[in-house]
T-cell receptor
Framework: DAGVIQSPRHEVTEMGQEVTLRCKPI?????LFWYRQTMMRGLELLIY????????DSGMPEDRFSAKMPNASFSTLKIQPSEPRDSAVYFC???????????????FGEGSWLTVV | AQKITQTQPGMFVQEKEAVTLDCTYD???????LFWYKQPSSGEMIFLIY??????QNATEGRYSLNFQKARKSANLVISASQLGDSAMYFC?????????????FGAGTRLAVHP
């Protein structure tokens, strides 16, 4: 079964450029989370959606960051303009029934490794 | 206030031995969930095990078990018969309700090194 799918896996971009990270959640999962991981700050929750609606974006660091979920099978995280301090691993995670269907759990994508130079 | 505390930045264990990774949490909710994730050097976050606050039995998943002590607010991960492939970062996380929806909050992680 397909897990959470993120793209790109790796991106190197120049400061000032727009970056778009993409996520395809597990089918049937109603909640989607974007996390950022850095050495200094660990895993930070940026934003989460429930049934495609943004619920809490208090973790989004600045107006340069925006996220959308136009439908149940797709979400984007955009940084415009990008800065070197945005370099991090960005994870998408979704919540829904586990593989046995017995309880809700949260699964992560493989992450998008962003380097802004 | 820190919600999830992992006091061991790094741990070493001999192959085939058991190891316990500590996790304490802080919440006033009655209903919550505790997760452990493994992050190998390749970077992905792999779900290992889950314990619900109302679960009476400690969760087990193969070589992983969760030592859940509710009164102490601890949820330690026990890995039995360690393997070299267990070397990774391990994160404890708590799911709590916020604004009527679930959020997952992570600890700082413990780096485990398994020696042959």
């Amino acid at each position: 079964d397909a897990g959470v799918i993120q793209s790109p896996r790796h991106e190197v971009t120049e400061m000032g450029q727009e970056v778009t990270l993409r996520c395809k959640p597990i089918s049937g999962h109603n909640s989607l989370f974007w996390y950022r991981q850095t050495m200094m700050r660990g895993l930070e929750l940026l934003i989460y959606f429930n049934n495609n609606v943004p619920i809490d974006d208090s973790g989004m660091p600045e107006d340069r960051f925006s996220a959308k979920m136009p439908n149940a099978s797709f979400s984007t995280l955009k940084i415009q303009p990008s800065e070197p301090r945005d370099s991090a691993v960005y994870f998408c995670a979704t919540e829904g029934p586990d593989r046995e269907g017995s309880r809700n759990t949260i699964y992560f994508g493989e992450g998008s490794w962003l380097t802004v130079v | 206030a820190q919600k999830i505390t992992q006091t061991q930045p790094g741990m070493f264990v001999q192959e085939k031995e058991a190891v316990t990774l500590d996790c304490t949490y802080d919440t006033s909710d009655q209903s919550y969930g505790l997760f452990w994730y493994k992050q190998p050097s390749s970077g992905e976050m792999i779900f290992l095990i889950y314990q619900g606050s109302y679960d009476e039995q400690n969760a087990t998943e193969g070589r992983y078990s969760l030592n859940f002590q509710k009164a102490r607010k601890s949820a330690n991960l026990v890995i039995s018969a360690s393997q070299l492939g267990d070397s990774a970062m391990y994160f404890c996380a708590m799911r709590e309700r916020s604004g009527g929806y679930n959020k997952l909050i992570f600890g700082a992680g413990t780096r485990l090194a398994v020696h042959p």
